[in-house]
């Protein structure tokens, strides 16, 4: 990349050079040959070395004065010259230089040249995202947020230069390039080892897919997520291995049906998802009988019927533009809703919720408020579509508001940073939901009213070294010594197992007598302390070897003879 | 025809050409080598490196290479002459005209590396 830079720079000075190197040939030439008169009359000329001389400081416009003798009058004719020949030639080539710095070409080549190198610098684990969309910029945000590190990569140089106002936590390497160019994931280290996933969130998706199928062939081994909006298109990123496809319109349907059907399991998702120290959510028990109202029936709007008449709610749909949109079976009222006519049409004043699920904002807002007026007790779900209307959006009075990009965001998030997690969250969805408020309740018992952590423990000699080196020597270790404050036993760590992974079976809420073997992988949620203490016991044999013994006494003589003496 | 090729063919055989009438002659004897041509190499020399900028082919850097090799000499040439002629005794004596003269006869081997070069090229695109 470098080379390109300095052949572009020598390219471009050529003709700027050369028409120096020619006038300062013609200047000493003109020297040269017209004689100068000495004061007693006798004629002289320049010689070569005393012409250069003068050119090089009349040029640049130094001048010293009439060198080696004074000048003859014809002399100083063809000095007065040459002056501003040259100095139009250096204005010319210093302009054009200065042109270079300013070119697009160049400064690009330069900017993927310092991004080249960052890239190179990179010695820790981190994400390729291509596309710095809402949903990009959420990711990248989250990620950067819980202290891991990303690659930004989006076709727009105004999105690149979103990722520098951002302000995330992390120094964010992004250039404005096209993903589709396979050398383009090359130079953002997608064959490097560090490089943990690649994630494509394009707004196109034959983007996304061309993408995937390049990040699959040049490494293999890096997972890859990708956003697709189509059957064809997933069903074709599924076939070359990509590992996780997203469908950000059934994703936010299913998250919406989650929160009709299952308060506690979409309270659990809230919960386990969010951010460090953020304020927990109080459970919302959305009304299920009676009538809802749909506004918006695009992809999103298909998608979340979809979901709706599957649990056997009715619904009413309202969209503005069903020429474009196509009309749903049942009840279908052509409008926007924001205005009181169509909603009364919908039967408002008899409806107990209603989703603003269009892709404007304001017609969202609009809509809400609309419906409120007509009906107070009303519940309401808001589509939120765009970061920046977050303020307002939470202000307008909506039981749940609903960000996609973030949904989708939260979602790759834990596929490829938890994967656990999200292992968790598929077997939780299959239980009913009486099941997840058991699960809510046991969590919420541990914790106060801030998010709790969420971690991953594998049982190998790096993350447990003294529980991997207990087993190896035939001790047995089981999941609730893990448990115990490693301070003192009798007080348990305020945390809960969520999750047992043991080669190919997966066991949610495992049960505290279980031994602990090689390999196995847990998942914990619960105060960030516990999880700082659980360290000590995973990682220092003498702690855990306290949590283990349940008879002896390890402290010292002395330790008990100051306890003897109350001083303990 | 390309009009650049004539005039960066013209400046390399140009280069050559002056390079060898500055040569010629007795080797050590300042008479047969007169100062203005000598000049002129250089000028010309000069053009013919910056023609030679930026071109990514292995000929062209090869070129580039050669070219370069011819200005270095030359200058080195240049710099003997001056200090000989305006510093001390002020006179070019055979010992100084002999190593000016070989320093410009190796920029002519240089020279002529180059058109061979250029003319392997063009062999070549005919083909």
């Not at chain 1, 890096?222 to 069903?235: D, G």
């Not at chain 1, 386990?272 to 120290?277: A, Y």
């Not at chain 1, 474009?324 to 008899?350: K, N």
């Not at chain 2, 013209?10 to 100062?35: K, Y």
């Amino acid at each position: 990349m470098m080379d390109n830079v300095i052949f572009l720079i020598l390219r471009r000075m050529r003709r700027p050079l050369i028409t120096l190197v020619v006038i300062y040939a013609v200047a000493i030439i003109g020297l040269l040959t017209i004689p100068g008169r000495l004061p007693d009359g006798t004629p002289w000329r320049m010689d070569i070395f005393h012409a250069f001389y003068f050119v090089s400081f009349m040029s640049t416009t130094i001048g010293f004065g009439e060198v080696p003798h004074e000048f003859s009058d014809a002399q100083r004719i063809w000095v007065t010259l040459v002056i501003y020949v040259s100095v139009i030639g250096w204005l010319y080539s210093i302009g054009t230089l200065l042109s270079l710095l300013q070119d697009k070409a160049f400064k690009q080549a330069l900017t993927e040249l310092r991004f080249a190198k960052h890239i190179r610098k990179l010695s820790e684990p981190f994400y390729l995202i291509c596309g710095y969309g809402e949903t990009g910029g959420t990711l990248a945000r989250d990620m950067t947020d819980r202290g891991r590190h990303v690659v930004v990569l989006d076709i727009s140089e105004d999105a690149i230069n979103m990722t520098k106002m951002a302000n995330l936590r992390d120094d964010v390497p992004a250039l404005a390039v096209d993903a589709r160019i396979p050398q383009a994931l090359v130079e953002a280290g997608l064959e490097r080892d560090q490089c943990d996933g690649v994630i494509a969130v394009t707004n196109d998706s034959w983007a996304n897919l061309k993408i995937a199928l390049t990040a699959k062939l040049l490494n293999p081994d890096t997972p890859v997520v990708c956003r697709a909006e189509s059957a064809e298109v997933e069903a074709n990123m599924a076939s070359f291995g990509t590992d996780h496809i997203i469908d950000p319109f059934e994703t936010f349907a299913l998250h919406l049906s989650t929160a009709l059907q299952a308060p506690c399991l979409y309270l659990l998702q809230q919960w386990l998802s969010g951010h460090e120290n953020e304020m927990l959510s109080e459970p919302i028990y959305p009304p299920r009988e009676g009538q809802w109202i749909l506004c918006g029936y695009g992809r999103f709007g298909k998608a979340v019927y979809r979901r709706l008449r599957q649990e056997g709610i009715d619904v009413v749909v309202v969209e503005a533009a069903p020429e474009l949109t196509g009309r749903s079976e049942g009840r279908f009222i052509e409008g926007v809703g924001t205005e009181a006519v169509t909603l009364e049409q919908a039967h408002v004043a008899h409806a107990v919720g209603l989703v603003a699920g269009t892709d404007n904002d304001v017609n969202n807002l609009s809509i809400i408020m609309t419906a409120k007026a007509l009906n107070p007790s009303l519940f309401v779900i808001l589509r939120q579509n765009l970061a920046e209307n977050e303020r307002i959006a939470h202000r307008v009075g909506a039981d749940i508001v609903m960000y996609p990009s973030s949904i989708v965001a939260n979602r790759i998030r834990s596929l490829l940073v938890t994967p656990l997690l999200s292992q968790f969250i598929g077997l939780a969805s299959n239980q009913d939901d009486a099941w997840a408020c058991r699960v809510v309740s046991r969590i919420s018992g541990v914790i106060g009213e801030r998010a709790p952590a969420v971690w991953e423990v594998t049982i190998d000699d790096e993350q447990a070294h003294a529980v991997y080196q207990h087993i190896g020597r035939g001790h047995r270790p089981l999941l609730h010594h893990l448990l115990r404050d490693p301070r003192d036993r009798d007080q348990r760590l305020d945390c809960v197992p969520l999750l047992l992974a043991r080669e190919q079976s997966r066991e949610a809420m495992p049960s505290p007598d279980t031994p602990l073997r090689h390999g196995d992988q847990l998942l914990f949620t619960g105060r960030y302390r516990a999880r700082r203490r659980m360290e000590w016991t995973l990682l220092n044999e003498h702690a855990l070897a306290y949590a283990m013994d349940d008879a002896s006494d390890h402290r010292t003589l002395l330790g008990r003879w100051f306890e003897r003496l109350g001083l303990q | 025809m390309n009009p650049e090729k004539v005039v960066f063919g013209f400046f390399i055989v140009l280069a050559l050409t002056l390079n060898f009438g500055f040569f010629v002659g007795e080797f050590d004897n300042p008479e047969h080598h007169h100062v203005y041509e000598f000049f002129a190499v250089v000028v010309v020399n000069i053009i013919a490196t910056i023609l030679k900028f930026g071109d990514k082919t292995q000929m062209g850097a090869v070129l580039l290479a050669t070219s370069l090799v011819a200005v270095l000499q030359l200058v080195a040439a240049a710099v003997i002459w001056t200090i000989a002629a305006h510093t001390g005794e002020r006179v070019i004596t055979a010992s100084v005209m002999s190593s000016i003269v070989s320093l410009s006869g190796g920029a002519m081997l240089a020279n002529v590396v180059s058109v061979v070069l250029l003319v392997i090229e063009t062999v070549m695109m005919r083909r």
